[in-house]
């Protein structure tokens, strides 16, 4: 790479379309033009109007779950870094409509043929049809706002170490909103977190994104959950693995909410997918050593396995069952795509792992080439940029246009703004924000770890919706709500429930 | 056995052998101490005096343990298990009771009470009648919290209501706040509610600590066996003290939920579980009022650490324990009067 | 047939788990009665030797030998500097212990990042029938079997162990006879810190290497000590772990591993309430009676 670093001031200037290397250096400038910015201006400015936009953040840079807080953390100062430096991501409300109304990205068939044989893969990064699309993947998503910062005033980033203590993420949460007085609040990894902190969100009416992949079923006025949920990954991966491997499937789960709840999902589409769930394994978060679990997926023979495990302690069965020779393929919502095990783990613990994922670092289409060039040119000592902090990334842009389209970052109405229905070009693909559920329609991808623990993707799915709070009749528009829906309140479900074990 | 005339037991409390802080300056610090934190909200916002209320609310768990360690010599690490029965018990009855929160409010203080003294009551027996070596209560104890946090753990699915309240898991249970008639407890009034609370507590285990039974309470720890030969029952004495300092962790239990509004099975973690003891540690286990200073203190010195992204907030009370342990065994504030009655009579000898 | 021995094989894995994540703790325990809140992160620092070691090219025995000694000499050091100021008084050793676990877990944070190179289990697998077994979890049963043979050696057949056991039983008439009870102090705690580390070695391929690995060791361990209780140390030890596997293999291989946790605990409290003093007491108690009669 040629070592020409123009002065930050020009590259900040230069156009949308700027070169891959210069636009590189843009970021590598960014931090130094606003330094140089905020010292070239006299104090004259300094008026309470002038006052940085406030974005609370609070995620665990430390403890347990720091793998994930600090790629997010990361992934944020990202975004900040760059809505300063006068960039946004492209997109706009297109109202209430569906996927492709804005006419940036139109829909693909699915690439798998029904033999599965003929695999249009497209893990060589491939060349989608230009027709019927306006912008393609290799377009650039990146573009200038017209303005440094938000509303002509500097954004600021206030972050907090949760430190994976709940109790403590109640104490911060209550700081950012009645201390700190931020405009948008950006939190939580485990749902754990996310209900800690959502009563004190509810009681101050407090503008909050939720950018982790979860359960679902949050139903909250305030509450913007961006990342993918159940009926997004848990369909399409079963159907894939069933047609692949086969309709036996054995579920292993983490003994909580996030295992509980997925587990049910899988349980209850088995029969509308060909599959049958036989057996069922919940190990609580505790458990680290796995012999029983694995002696017990040998005797019920599965097709494929179903791994749902969660924390440092349980990912440890990936190792263990490789060594103990189960070398069944494995399907996830979860894993690779947040804690990077297969950068973690020795191949071949993660070998022939599936999962559904809405993003990973692997991508390989151009307009996310880019992004992880920009993320590691500002971090590049980081391991992994994963799917939440990809979530995380575009949710902060996401906040910016929409408050850039208010006029304000009055929280009532940067809210209402929200709900006009937005698409965003993200990295992964364009994500579509429901008015109604507050939830995120995704470009799902399948991602497939071979045995050296590559990453290829054998199948997309350009937009699948969150459809399940619709279902529920969900529309906080209309009828606001502060509850989290579980499948039991859904009489689908319970058809299910007492499927044999 | 001998009955000597009794003191009156408020003047024992303020005059006692047994604490810090029985002559007259003692008893002009605490009143300063206390008219500071009458008139604090004065000067603070509603989020600092919660921020404050939350560094108070612990005080009753420390000074419980204080009671049964520095007074009684029996180390529990599990104290934390009873303020988790008692917040879980109080959000199940509080939150089943909406529609009459004030009922629920009381029904629910004294049922989560009772449920922490209750688990207290039986698995003391077990402990303490079966006479078991006294390193073996703190790991029983520990135990004891770890087991309740992997049980709470499990209690994701719907099989686990109790009535409409979902235990939750590892999500965690959300909680009414606590409400006579249309008084909500929150702010100013929560934090005044607390400053009673704390008050309550300290005043009525010094008149405890003062009392017989206090004395044969630390007889007992001085030497279990003369007591049991005076005629003490040294295992019922024990069981006392174990359940008085298991309902005091249930009300700071109860002040946390109410406070929080919410309760997770991590409040009996191991993290959690070692914090009453190191409070008590450093403040120096057999002084009340050394407890419920450095408890306070060292919960704020966490939170403003951690608050402000500070990543060596562990190691900072890692080494301060140690240091404690080391250099005052019996505590910091002990330890420091020691050293200024020592600086003063050397001044006097000059 | 395949079902027995596979019952067997996760019987052995169970035991053998146990005794890893218990051993150092028991011997601090058994032989100076402080009881040891850092032994999990001593495992973990055990566990991280390993790793850099076998990432500097060691072969993985030698890493694990490596990594034993340096827990060994560490524990040393933490003795001399921290631990024999508390002999005689076990609560205040408790406290200090757990503020050095503090430490040296969010230190090994802050110092090392919140991940180490992970070490590939060695060996192949076993087929019989349906089920497949790690060949690396037999070498571990393996190696507690001469783990315990090695320290029952140690402690009846050696000079230094009839002056630990002599110190164990009596410190006071021990110091009198001449033995040099601080020293037999001094190494006995270097020798559980060196076992904590063996033990973090051989159990961090099966785990992820990170700072707060040790807490996944600090129930099971304590679990086993309290039910092997402190009167025989190998006794207690070989009797409360195969007890307790002995109950939570088959409920956790019918059940699933919830009610084989749940299982565990409930064993242990029960235990604890018919024993108070431990498995190990139970031979004691035949002794004594044998004695009498």
Redesign the interface.
């Known amino acids: 790479m040629t070592d020409q670093t123009p002065p930050p001031e020009t590259s900040v200037d230069g156009t949308a379309k700027a070169s891959g290397p210069s636009r590189r250096t843009v970021l590598a400038g960014t931090a130094a033009a606003v330094g140089a910015a905020v010292l070239a201006r006299p104090a004259i400015v300094r008026a309470a109007s002038s006052d940085p936009v406030k974005i609370g953040f609070i995620e665990d840079q430390s403890g347990n779950l720091s793998i994930y807080g600090i790629q997010k953390l990361h992934a944020a100062q990202l975004a900040v870094a760059e809505i300063n430096a006068g960039y946004t991501l492209a997109g706009g409300p297109v109202g209430p409509g569906v996927f492709g109304s804005n006419g940036l990205y139109a829909p693909k068939p699915e690439t798998l043929k029904t033999d599965g044989a003929a695999l249009d893969v497209v893990n060589d990064g491939g060349a989608p049809s230009k027709k019927a699309t306006v912008v393609s993947d290799d377009d650039e998503i990146l573009i200038k706002s017209g303005e440094n910062g938000l509303l002509g005033r500097k954004v600021d980033l206030v972050s907090a170490d949760g430190q994976s203590n709940n109790q403590l993420w109640q104490r911060l949460a209550r700081r950012m909103i009645q201390q700190d007085k931020v405009d948008v609040l950006v939190a939580g990894f485990a749902s754990a977190e996310r209900e800690a902190i959502r009563p004190i969100v509810d009681q101050h009416k407090q503008l909050y994104f939720y950018t982790n992949q979860y359960e679902g079923g949050v139903a909250d006025t305030n509450t913007f959950c961006t990342g993918a949920v159940c009926e997004q990954q848990v369909i399409p991966v079963m159907k894939y693995m069933v047609e692949k491997f086969g309709p036996k499937v054995f579920t292993i789960a983490a003994n909580y909410n996030f295992g509980q709840l997925t587990a049910s999902w899988v349980r209850s589409f088995a029969p509308v997918l060909g599959a049958e769930v036989i057996g069922e394994e919940f190990p609580p978060l505790e458990v680290s050593e796995f012999s029983s679990v694995i002696a017990r997926v040998q005797a019920a023979k599965p097709d494929w396995v179903m791994t749902l495990l969660v924390g440092q302690n349980q990912s440890n069965y990936y190792p263990q069952a490789a060594a103990s020779g189960l070398h069944l393929p494995m399907a996830s919502t979860i894993n690779m795509a947040q804690g990077y095990e297969h950068k973690r783990f020795k191949a071949p613990a993660m070998a022939n792992m599936h999962n559904a994922v809405n993003y990973m670092q692997e991508i390989p289409t151009k307009r996310n080439q880019d992004f992880v060039a920009r993320f590691y040119k500002m971090f590049p000592q980081d391991p992994y940029l994963g799917q939440m902090a990809q979530n995380t990334y575009f949710s902060v842009h996401l906040y910016a246009m929409a408050a850039r389209l208010a006029g304000t970052t009055d929280q009532e109405k940067v809210r209402r703004t929200l709900e006009a229905g937005w698409t965003v070009e993200a990295p992964e693909g364009s994500v579509f924000l429901d008015p109604g559920t507050h939830a995120c329609s995704h470009y799902i991808r399948l991602a497939v770890a071979d045995q050296q623990q590559n990453i290829s993707f054998e199948r997309e799915w350009p937009s699948i919706s969150p459809w399940w709070l619709t279902r529920m009749g969900v529309n906080l528009i209309g009828k606001p709500e502060h509850k989290q829906y579980t499948p039991d309140d859904d009489p689908f479900f319970k058809m299910f429930a007492a499927k044999k074990k | 056995m001998p009955q000597k005339r009794r003191p009156n037991p408020l003047r024992a409390a303020f005059t006692g052998p047994h604490d810090i802080g029985r002559t007259p300056p003692g008893w002009a610090l605490m009143g300063l101490i206390l008219l500071g934190f009458l008139l604090y909200p004065a000067t603070a916002s509603a989020f600092s005096a919660t921020n404050v209320a939350y560094y108070l609310l612990n005080i009753p768990m420390a000074l419980g343990l204080s009671l049964l360690w520095g007074y009684g010599g029996i180390l529990s690490f599990g104290q934390v298990a009873f303020f988790a029965v008692a917040g879980y018990v109080y959000g199940v009855v509080a939150g089943n009771m909406t529609a009459d929160p004030t009922l629920g409010s009381i029904l629910g203080i004294l049922a989560g009470l009772g449920a922490a003294g209750l688990l207290a009551l039986i698995f003391g027996y077990f402990i303490f009648y079966a006479r078991v070596a006294a390193w073996i209560v703190p790991i029983l104890t520990l135990v004891l919290a770890l087991l309740l946090s992997t049980f709470l753990g499990l209690t994701a699915g719907s099989a686990w209501k109790v009535g409409d309240v979902a235990l939750g898991g590892y999500n965690g249970m959300n909680i009414p706040s606590l409400q006579i008639g249309n008084f909500i407890f929150q702010d100013y009034a929560f934090y005044y509610l607390t400053v009673a609370t704390v008050v309550l507590c300290f005043i009525g285990l010094r008149i405890r600590v003062n009392s017989h039974r206090g004395q044969v309470l630390i007889a007992l720890r001085e030497d279990p066996l003369r007591t049991e030969l005076l005629g003490y029952d040294v295992r019922l004495e024990q069981l006392v003290a174990f359940v008085i300092a298991a309902v005091l962790s249930g009300i700071s239990g109860l002040l946390y939920v109410t406070w929080g509004n919410y309760i997770t099975p991590s409040v009996t973690s191991l993290a959690q579980a070692s914090l009453p003891v190191i409070w008590v540690a450093v403040g120096g286990r057999d002084s009340l009022f050394a407890v419920m200073i450095l408890t306070f203190l060292l919960n704020q010195l966490t939170y403003v650490l951690s608050s402000a992204g500070n990543q060596y907030a562990l190691i900072i009370t890692g080494v301060l324990l140690v240091a404690v342990m080391l250099f005052a065994p019996e505590g910091l504030i002990p330890r420091l009067i020691e050293l200024g009655r020592k600086a003063l009579r050397l001044k006097e000898a000059t | 047939m395949a ?1 027995i021995v ?1 019952l067997l ?2 019987f052995g ?2 035991a053998a ?1 146990l005794l890893l994540a218990a051993l150092g703790l028991i011997v601090i325990l058994g032989m100076m ?1 402080i ?1 040891n809140l850092a032994h999990g992160e001593f495992m973990m620092l055990g566990a991280y030797a390993a790793s850099a070691a076998v990432h500097r090219g060691l072969p993985f025995p030698l890493a694990v030998l490596l990594s034993a000694v340096a827990v060994g000499v560490f524990g040393i050091v933490l003795e001399r500097l ?1 631990v024999r ?2 002999y005689g ?4 050793a ?3 212990t ?6 040296l ?3 090994t ?2 110092a090392f990042g ?2 180490m190179a ?4 060695p ?5 019989v029938g ?5 060949t ?2 037999l070498f571990l049963m393996a190696i507690c079997v001469v783990l315990l043979a090695g320290l029952g050696w140690l402690y009846k057949a050696t000079e230094f162990g009839l002056q630990a056991r002599a110190t164990m039983q009596n410190a006071a008439m021990a110091r009198a006879l001449g033995i040099r009870v601080e020293r037999v102090y001094m190494i006995t705690f270097g020798l559980g810190s060196a076992l904590a580390g063996l033990s973090g070695a051989l159990l961090a ?4 290497i ?1 700072p ?2 040790g ?2 060791f ?2 099971p361990a ?2 086993t ?2 039910v092997g209780g ?1 009167a025989s140390v190998i006794g207690g030890a070989i009797g409360s772990s195969s007890l307790l596997s002995l109950v939570e ?1 088959p409920v ?2 019918l059940m ?3 009610w ?3 299982a565990l ?1 409930v064993t ?2 029960v235990l ?2 018919i024993l ?2 431990g498995v190990s007491s139970l031979r004691l108690r035949r002794r004594t009676r044998g004695a009498r009669g």
């Open positions: 079902e596979s094989y996760q894995t169970n788990f009665n009881i921290v100021h508390f008084r076990e609560l205040g408790l406290v200090v757990w503020g050095i676990s503090l430490i877990s969010q230190g944070l802050i919140p991940f992970p070490i590939a289990i060996g192949g697998a076993l087929t349906v089920y497949s077994f790690s690396y979890w391929p099966t785990t992820s990170a707060f690995m807490q996944q600090v129930a304590f679990i000590v309290v402190g293999t956790s291989f699933g591993s919830f084989g946790s749940i605990l242990a409290l604890i309430r108070p003093n």
